[in-house]
């Protein structure tokens, strides 16, 4: 008999375990679907974070104030467009953006490629909140700083175990104590007359006596981009739990409030602004020794809370991205919450790069790879399945019907970033700067997004007139099969013959190397010994039963 200790580490850590998992590696199934409020709540956590007070002091520093602005109404704008489409894309799949970049055009391998952008991501992000919270831990208790980073980074392995259900509490629990927080240091921001008088042109300060300037317009935009990215593709991970059964109208209005309101106009127009007062009232660009400073203890607290309802998200991200991962290339799924440890560790060495110090050439990278992705994701989903109406099959997520590599997505992705990554650094390396330089460099990621947007049907056109079988056999390796009634059980599901959980019949395959048993994606994902069986030409399926309309009688 083994350890009770054992026992419950093995079940916090099981891919099978739904409360810590999430259906990281298969599609969301029906009867785990959330109400709109209850994805939008998770996701005011990372509009709540600190990063957005060190991002706007940031910004405000380097391209002044009346720049920040129109850098922000774009923002809000490009994002809205950005994220409705993505999350009524996961919404209508009840997919995550790395399981849905598979049949998108990437293919079941190939979408790693966008499953290490993603996880890279979330791991600046959690080292950046991780150090603000460590910076706020050291001010307020005098020890080392490097100290405080350390004791922030374990602090978060347990709290970051369980998926979204906890997640989800979590962010209602503590709305109110963080609106409180807030209000109470702008409170003592406007009492105390030497912050008030600092924080007076918090709207109107420019550097160097600067105003308005094309240049620095673009420069915002170069930087915001990196977020007007990422935000969408997060929402794709909550938005695949929205209810399937609500009605047209209900569900535009419910998916564009998830687009709109917890990480745009909250944190567009109303957070990243606060930041710019906080850092001129208190002359420290570091949010977590600004509020430690400007209220003691009241400020700490409300600071832990903060950070650790965007690091619960962050962590829930990069976990995801981390398992289907390793999944595919290693074949090895522990399950998320080994993931979400996996990410504390590493983003808790990363804390040590002092991510606050570049901030904003990180952003402006990460702009170029994502929106060469998202380029990617609307070119097949908006122009190849919806404009053109290419015969590429449904979206397909499981790896008994994908081709291991899709060079339709890849191309499309590689061409994208290839130009943003050039227009982003060749004219500095070069020494080519000003004018229409200046302009080319700021807009590299609209551009990349533009290009890959653009060639994706062209790639999708070329490799459909090169294959025997036209775009569908660039997508698909064999047609998916229907699973037959006899199989299903009473709820409508199928029992997976490997880890006998009850799965949606739409996320099973049928696996030749377990006597063509039906078995969940997941598994058929993390399967080391099959390889390819499954689409081998030398492997012949069993008949299925005939539905009875397909019956031919007298």
């Not at 599609?27 to 974070?49: D, E, F, N």
């Not at 990410?343 to 808790?348: A, H, Q």
């Not at 008994?400 to 990554?421: D, E, K, Q």
């Not at 060749?426 to 997004?449: I, N, Y």
Request: aromatic letters at 12%.
């Amino acid at each position: 008999m083994g350890s009770p200790g054992i026992s419950v580490l093995r079940r916090i850590f099981s891919s099978g375990n739904a409360a810590t998992d999430d259906y990281a590696n298969r599609k969301v199934p029906r009867h785990r679907s959330w109400g709109y409020w209850g994805i939008m709540l998770p996701l005011t956590g990372g509009g709540t974070a600190g990063a957005w007070l060190a991002i706007g002091s940031s910004l405000a520093s380097q391209y002044g104030m009346p720049n920040t602005i129109v850098g922000l109404v774009y923002a809000v704008i490009a994002q809205t467009v950005l994220g409705y489409v993505l999350v009524r894309a996961s919404a209508g799949t009840r997919l995550s953006s790395d399981l849905a970049s598979r049949g998108l055009g990437m293919g079941f391998l190939g979408s790693t490629v966008t499953a290490v952008v993603f996880g890279t991501n979330w791991f600046f992000y959690w080292a950046l909140e991780s150090q603000i919270l460590g910076s706020g831990l050291a001010a307020f208790v005098h020890i080392p700083e490097q100290v405080g980073w350390v004791i922030t980074g374990l602090l978060f392995i347990p709290l970051t175990l369980y998926g979204m259900v906890f997640v989800t509490r979590f962010q209602n629990w503590t709305i109110p104590v963080f609106v409180i927080w807030l209000v109470w240091n702008l409170v003592v921001i406007f009492q105390d007359p030497v912050s008030r008088e600092r924080g007076r042109d918090f709207l109107t300060y420019t550097p160097n006596g600067g105003g308005l300037s094309v240049a620095g317009i673009f420069g915002v935009i170069a930087t915001v981009n990196g977020v007007v990215a990422l935000v969408p593709l997060l929402s794709m991970e909550f938005a695949r739990f929205a209810r399937p059964t609500d009605s047209p109208r209900r569900r535009f209005w419910g998916l564009l409030g998830v687009a709109v309101l917890p990480q745009n106009l909250l944190t567009w127009l109303i957070y990243l602004p606060v930041g710019v007062l906080v850092w001129r009232a208190t002359g420290q660009t570091n949010p977590g020794t600004a509020f430690v400073a400007l209220t003691g203890w009241v400020g700490f607290i409300g600071l832990f809370v903060t950070q650790i309802r965007i690091n619960l998200q962050n962590t829930y991200a990069s976990s995801l991205a981390l398992s289907t991962l390793f999944a595919r290339f290693l074949r090895f799924t522990p399950g998320r919450a080994f993931w979400s440890t996996v990410t504390c560790v590493v983003g808790t060495a990363l804390i040590f790069v002092h991510m606050l110090d570049v901030i904003n050439e990180v952003l402006t990278f990460e702009a170029v790879m994502l929106f060469a992705w998202i380029g990617t994701l609307f070119g097949d989903y908006a122009v190849v399945r919806g404009w053109l109406r290419m015969d590429v099959g449904e979206i397909e997520h499981r790896r008994a019907y994908l081709r291991r590599f899709n060079p339709i997505g890849l191309s499309s992705f590689a061409t994208g970033a290839c130009v943003g990554l050039a227009l982003t650094y060749v004219p500095a390396a070069t020494h080519l700067s000003g004018g229409v330089w200046t302009v080319l460099s700021s807009l590299a990621s609209f551009l990349g997004f533009a290009v890959a947007l653009v060639t994706h049907p062209f790639y999708a056109r070329l490799y459909a007139r090169r294959s025997a079988t036209g775009g569908h056999g660039r997508y698909l390796a064999r047609s998916p099969e229907e699973v037959p009634a006899e199989v299903r059980t009473a709820a409508g599901q199928v029992s997976c013959a490997a880890c006998e959980v009850e799965v949606e019949v739409d996320d099973v395959a049928r696996c030749p190397v377990r006597s063509f048993s039906w078995i969940c994606s997941e598994c058929c994902s993390a399967d080391r010994t099959c390889r390819t069986a499954c689409q081998s030409s030398t492997v012949t399926f069993p008949a299925l039963p005939l539905r009875p309309s397909d019956a031919v009688g007298p």
